[in-house]
């Protein structure tokens, strides 16, 4: 157990709807990553933040967004979801903004969208 | 940014054998480089990192070279065993800025009993 948690662990939608995934970093951590792992593939860098502001863009779609909030947590929301949605959403925490220290990954959610 | 390429994508070996997999890096600024475990339908796990202040890191079976000259480190696990089997990805950034850690695409490494 890596002390990140993720909910929900899996999330089955309908095309074009909205979602929201949620993630809490382990305890002293304040930095906080979301990847999108497709199936057979790899882990694609979405966004960082660090103390409830973004400090890292990656292949994020404007359809998704995110936001840290003051207690560390961390959100992040899907709309108009599309078939190739479907993927495996991991967040992973460190202890800085520098990326000095190992980030760890929580259990992920799966997302399935028919 | 950085580009990490990994090979091979797919690795069989026998049980008790060594296995390496290795990647390389385009970012000479690059100097954290972690290697995660991913067993199927789970969380990446690290496994070993190495900085750029050193050339070799060891843990156990699993041991991890770097050669900051030619912007290529590797993984070496030595008398594999069968929960070896799963896929490593490699990555790579510059400590400090706001880099992100940039994956390899992965190994898929199967352990043969």
């Known amino acids: 157990d890596s002390g990140v948690t993720q909910t929900p662990k899996h999330l089955i939608t309908a095309t074009g709807q909205r979602v929201t995934l949620r993630c809490s970093p382990r305890?002293?951590?304040?930095?906080v990553y979301w990847y999108q792992q497709s199936l057979d593939q790899g882990l694609q860098f979405l966004i960082q933040y660090y103390n409830g502001e973004e400090r890292a863009k990656g292949n994020i779609l404007e359809r998704f967004s995110a936001q840290q909030f003051p207690d560390l947590h961390s959100e992040l929301n899907l709309s108009s979801l599309e078939l190739g949605d479907s993927a495996l959403y991991f967040c992973a925490s460190s202890v800085g903004d520098t990326g000095a220290y190992e980030q760890y990954f929580g259990p992920g959610t799966r997302l399935t969208v028919t | 940014g950085e580009n990490v390429e990994q090979h091979p994508s797919t690795l069989s070996v026998q049980e008790g054998d060594s296995a390496v997999i290795k990647c390389t890096y385009s970012d000479s600024a690059s100097n954290y480089f972690p290697w995660y475990k991913q067993e199927l339908g789970k969380r990446p796990q690290l496994i070993i990192d190495?900085?750029?202040?050193?050339g070799e890191k060891k843990d156990q079976r699993i041991a991890v070279t770097l050669n900051k000259t030619a912007k290529h480190f590797s993984l070496h696990i030595t008398e594999t065993q069968p929960e070896d089997s799963a896929v490593y990805f490699c990555?790579?950034?510059?400590?400090?800025?706001?880099?992100?850690?940039?994956f390899g695409t992965g190994t898929r490494l199967t352990i043969i009993p």
């Open positions: 305890s002293g951590d304040l930095s």
């Open positions: 190495i900085r750029s202040n050193v």
């Open positions: 990555a790579a950034k510059r400590v400090f800025g706001n880099e992100k850690l940039t």
